[in-house]
């Protein structure tokens, strides 16, 4: 039988990498909607980081919910 192609230490970096790439994409579309708006530049800096605290704490209700999901399903 074929094994995983990924070692735990590799899953984990890849999941954490995501992790980030999706966060940093919350902020990033933020900023581009607030330029688009004709944001000031700091106004597009707190648009920035707003977005980007909202994806901390999206990613952070994903990855509990995708917990729970996962050990029900294991039942």
């Known amino acids: 039988m074929v094994g995983p192609s990924l070692s735990d230490d ?7 990498r995501l992790k980030i790439g999706f ?3 919350v902020g990033v579309s933020a ?3 607030a330029l688009a708006a004709d944001a000031t530049l700091q106004q597009v ?3 920035f980081v ?3 605290a ?4 999206l990613m952070a209700f994903l990855t509990y919910w995708g917990r729970e ?3 029900v399903n294991r039942r």
Do not use: C, D, K
């Open 45 to 47: 800096g707190y648009a």
């Open 23 to 25: 966060v940093l994409l």
């Open 10 to 16: 590799e899953s984990r970096i890849a999941s954490m």
């Open 50 to 52: 707003g977005g980007t």
């Open 69 to 71: 999901f996962v050990s």
């Open 31 to 33: 900023g581009f909607v």
């Open 54 to 57: 909202v994806g901390i704490a």
